[in-house]
Antibody, heavy 119, light 107 residues
Framework: QLVESGGGLVKPGGSLRLSCADS????????MTWIRQAPGKGLEWVSY????????YYADSVKGRFTISRDNAKNSLYLQMNSLRADDTAVYYC??????????????WGQGTLVTVSS | DIQMTQSPSSVSASIGDRVTITCRAS??????LAWYQQKPGKAPKLLIY???SLQSGVPSRFSASGSGTDFTLTISSLQPEDFATYYC?????????FGQGTRLEIK
């Protein structure tokens, strides 16, 4: 239902924009999130956006560098990543919070897209 | 930030065994807890939400309990497809945080 794209190899200090396209549920009604996983490591929450896009939250590790956004008309979620660092290397997952109360547990998930920051 | 600590970090068990994984929050989170299963190369899968509610489609051998700071996930009779890594996640407040994971391996 969720398909990420936009990952790849980028040099330190560079930028990348991830996309997450929905098919199969009413995207505009639900909160969405980005979660990442560095190679061989655990899950790290990155950012969260309300259904309308008016409420946004970031992890301290990405605040000021990453921007989450959505286009409900295109059923799409985005993550603009600037000033990338080696420790941003990870698989990035988008996931949906389909609860009506913004409970912040996540299902469904995309398959993930790998971002590698290296010179 | 709320720290989530899982134990054990890894566990070896046999088919048919009962396994319990523990998750402790650094402050009370009521029942704002979820459990996920992740297999290698795959996205996590939501198993449990609201500390003890089974997600649709998840086998009933999975159960969970707890509130406040201490939570458990139990698999009553391990099946081959259950060998994976399990994560707890607090949903009480931002930043959302995960436990470090518990790797469940075949003995």
């Amino acid at each position: 239902q969720l398909v990420e794209s936009g990952g790849g190899l980028v040099k330190p200090g560079g930028s990348l924009r991830l996309s997450c396209a929905d098919s199969g549920f009413t995207f505009s009604e639900y909160y969405m999130t980005w979660i990442r996983q560095a190679p061989g490591k655990g899950l790290e929450w990155v950012s969260y956006i309300s259904s309308s896009g008016s409420n946004i939250y970031y992890a301290d590790s990405v605040k000021g560098r990453f921007t989450i956004s959505r286009d409900n008309a295109k059923n799409s979620l985005y993550l603009q990543m600037n000033s990338l660092r080696a420790d941003d290397t990870a698989v990035y997952y988008c996931a949906g919070d389909l609860t009506v109360v913004s409970a912040k547990w996540f299902d469904p998930w995309g398959q993930g897209t790998l971002v590698t920051v290296s010179s | 930030d709320i720290q989530m600590t899982q134990s054990p970090s890894s566990v070896s068990a046999s088919i048919g065994d009962r396994v319990t994984i523990t998750c402790r929050a650094s402050q009370a989170i009521s029942s704002w807890l979820a459990w996920y299963q992740q297999k290698p190369g795959k996205a996590p899968k939501l198993l449990i939400y609201a500390a003890s509610s089974l997600q649709s489609g998840v086998p009933s051998r999975f159960s969970a309990s707890g509130s406040g700071t201490d939570f458990t996930l139990t698999i009553s009779s391990l099946q081959p497809e259950d060998f994976a890594t399990y994560y707890c996640q607090q949903a009480n407040s931002f930043p959302i945080t995960f436990g470090q994971g518990t790797r469940l391996e075949i003995k």
